[in-house]
């Protein structure tokens, strides 16, 4: 039968392996101790109020984004290559130290079990080998422009190859010595046998190596085989303190599970509140106003790019790079946190934040770029794509609320937008509007003066008061009624439900807005809300419950979907159009409400649904989220008109949205690109009024 005997030829010296390996492990465990002490620098952050949740929740993310690859495989060439290398590291590894466990153990494997044992640890060593191959290829011959690399990604890939490489070279020298030797083998188990050359085959890898030190002489073969099994045993061990030391790349394997088990269990849509009683500063204007877990996301991230390539922002031409941003932000964490730590322990003076020093230079505007900060259009492309689930979006929110609300610093659009709010509840500067216009023909009941009502609409501030919005309004309203749903409305008593607020930094505003109507709301006992727009209904939905207003809130496309499904609306009438549809950044990717939409357009007769190349949770961002809709777009190139290219391209006669944001965004976009004869954009609920 055949087996090995895991120190053959090394002796009883190869024990001191299990010597060298407790300082190796004192040394790595004392460079994870220093990185938790810059860790805790942030603030504090519960992320295990609920550890069930967050166990479970690791465990199904485990499975599909770890282990399956979810998100490295939407892109199917660097999702390859890093599939082939986790994989194979993995397999590898894990056979080798079953190998070594059994070997102690139990004297170590024999016959059918070893043979198995052993092709598996040789095809997946070739995997890695291959996956090594692809990646050393993209980023140095292809260099895409997402990837910039530096000597520590040259260290890593050639650390894996040539520890890999070596087991196989020793593997091969071992084959060749006792091809060549088969009583050797003998003296070695008696009660085996000679070495059957047959048995080679089942390691591949160590059987083609093999081919190479065909002829040299057996001492020769013994002498490279110890030199070389002790070489990969001081590289291995030096891979681990080179990990310790420099805390590189590598160290992703073992930052990246924990950052994935910290996530937020917060509703996607929703941000981090700040409670504003107790706060003693608002936002981030110092690396240490950002909790721990934020800091933590810093050593996450392994600058793959791909929040970079989602990103709409960058894409124009704007100085925002998600990755940027959190590598910038890395930067300065790395360079003053030793002198933190150091005043802290010699009991230095404190910072308004609580934490001592002066951080070396303004967080905001030395680090990271106004500018930056507000491109950010908070759809979430870059969180969507990152693999080890960074939370992009609260950094820039929270330097956003340092800016606005304590350096009173913001674009000036942005400024009057919030003075509008403050002074009259809605977002629509230059109306002469009021909420109750849009309605005053349709015979819906105001709650002021009946709560008999099936469900309440929740209008918004564009559908109620903007001339293009409040034909959406119209549409929902009609749709509704031809169902037979009695539609209950606030008018003057409903205002801005704080959105723009909140994401363009101004918290106190935001939280003002979400008391008046919660206070509203439960006035009048409602609990079930339509909404027309998507950031609304996230609003409504993923933030007002942490201030008590909780409400069963659907989305207008989900209602009009469940209504045609029921057969309590029925479009008696075709719209012959193809239609695409642009997925709302508030509706999908924060909400995951991608079919309710296309079902709508799909009930309409002769509708032809032609779906664009970015779509669903890939959507190309309209240009109007996180309060962009209403500051101007001075860099680069108009992100509304980038998108309407896109839909431009697919030769369509409408685009369909569902978010008055995109309605508007699509509609200066054709008139910009001249394209007002060709296409028209339009609200589903519109589309389905129009096929009653």
């Not at 002490?37 to 609920?50: D, I, V």
């Not at 199904?60 to 399956?68: E, H, P, S, V, Y």
């Not at 070495?195 to 057996?218: E, H, I, K, R, T």
């Not at 073969?221 to 045993?233: G, Q």
């Amino acid at each position: 039968m055949a087996t090995t005997e895991i120190f053959w030829n090394i002796g009883a010296y190869g024990h001191i392996l299990y010597y060298l390996l407790l300082p190796h492990a004192v040394v790595l465990g004392y460079a994870i101790y220093k990185r938790y002490r810059l860790w805790r620098l942030g603030r504090p952050e519960n992320r295990l109020s609920n550890p069930w949740r967050s166990v479970w929740s690791f465990v199904g993310t485990g499975i599909i984004d770890g282990l399956i690859h979810r998100r490295f495989l939407r892109e199917p060439y660097p999702g390859l290559m890093h599939f082939l290398i986790f994989w194979g590291a993995i397999v590898f590894l894990l056979a080798l130290a079953t190998d070594l466990i059994i070997y102690h153990a139990m004297g170590g494997l024999s016959g059918g079990a070893y043979l198995g044992l052993s092709l598996v640890v040789d095809v997946f060593g070739i995997l890695v080998l291959v996956g090594l191959a692809i990646a050393t290829y993209r980023r140095y011959i292809r260099r895409p422009e997402r990837l910039d690399n530096k000597p520590e990604n040259a260290i890593a890939l050639s650390l894996i190859f040539v520890i890999v490489v070596t087991c196989f070279l020793i593997e091969g020298v071992r084959i060749a010595y006792f091809t060549a030797n088969p009583l050797a083998f003998q003296e070695i188990y008696p009660a085996i046998g000679p070495y059957n050359p047959s048995w080679a085959l089942w390691s591949p890898g160590g059987w083609l190596v093999a081919q190479m030190f065909d002829g040299l002489s057996s001492d020769a073969l013994l002498i490279t085989h110890k030199s070389l099994w002790w070489f990969r045993t001081a590289l291995a061990l030096g891979a681990i303190s080179y990990i310790a030391f420099t805390f590189s790349s590598l160290s992703h394997i073992v930052i990246a599970p924990f950052n994935v088990f910290f996530r937020s269990m917060r509703p996607k849509g929703a941000l981090a509140p700040i409670d504003l009683e107790t706060a003693e500063s608002y936002g981030a204007g110092k690396i240490t106003d950002f909790t721990w877990k934020q800091l933590f996301d810093l050593d996450a991230c392994t600058r793959c790019g791909r929040c970079q390539d989602a990103c709409p922002a960058y894409a124009t031409g704007k100085p925002l790079s998600p990755k940027k941003v959190i590598q910038d932000l890395k930067r300065h964490w790395l360079e003053v946190g030793p002198s933190l730590l150091a005043a802290k322990a010699s009991g230095g003076t404190r910072s308004k934040a609580g934490n001592p020093g002066d951080e070396s230079g303004s967080l905001i505007g030395d680090v990271i770029l106004e500018d930056e900060i507000w491109s950010c259009t908070t759809c979430r492309a870059c969180q969507e794509v990152c693999p080890v689930f960074i939370e992009h979006i609260d950094k820039i929110i929270d330097m956003r609320r340092n800016l606005v609300l304590e350096q009173a610093a913001m674009p000036e659009t942005a400024e009057m937008v919030l003075r509008h709010i403050e002074d009259r509840g809605h977002s629509c500067r230059g109306t002469t509007a009021t909420r109750s216009d849009w309605c005053l023909s349709l015979g819906v009941t105001r709650l002021a003066e009946s709560r008999d009502v099936d469900l309440m609409y929740f209008v918004g501030c564009a559908a109620a008061l903007e001339d293009r919005s409040m034909k959406v309004a119209v549409a929902v309203t009609k749709l509704l009624q031809a169902a037979g749903l009695k539609v209950g409305v606030l008018c003057e008593e409903e205002t801005c439900c704080g959105e723009p607020a909140r994401r363009m930094g101004n918290e106190y505003l935001f939280q003002i807005q979400t008391l008046k109507n919660i206070e509203t709301l439960n006035g009048y006992g409602v609990r079930d809300i339509v909404v027309t727009c998507p950031h609304c209904y996230n609003t409504l939905k993923n933030e007002y419950p942490h201030y008590g207003g909780k409400f069963n809130v659907v989305h207008h496309s989900q209602v009009i979907a469940d209504l045609l499904k029921q057969g309590r609306l029925k479009l008696s009438s075709g719209v012959e159009k193809t239609i695409t549809y642009h997925d709302p950044c508030y509706l999908g990717r924060h909400n995951d409400i991608y079919d309710a939409p296309r079902q709508i357009v799909k009930r309409i007769r002769g509708a032809h649904l032609v779906e664009m190349k970015r779509c669903r949770n890939k959507s190309f961002c309209c240009g109007g989220g996180g309060g962009r809709f209403w500051m101007e777009e001075r860099i680069g190139t108009r992100i509304s008109e980038a998108r309407t290219a896109q839909i431009i391209e697919t030769g369509v006669d409408i685009v369909a949205t569902a978010c008055p944001y995109c309605l508007q965004m699509f509609e200066d976009g054709i008139k910009a690109k001249e394209a007002s004869e060709s296409i028209q954009a339009m609200d589903l609920a519109e589309l389905a009024q129009k096929a009653l």
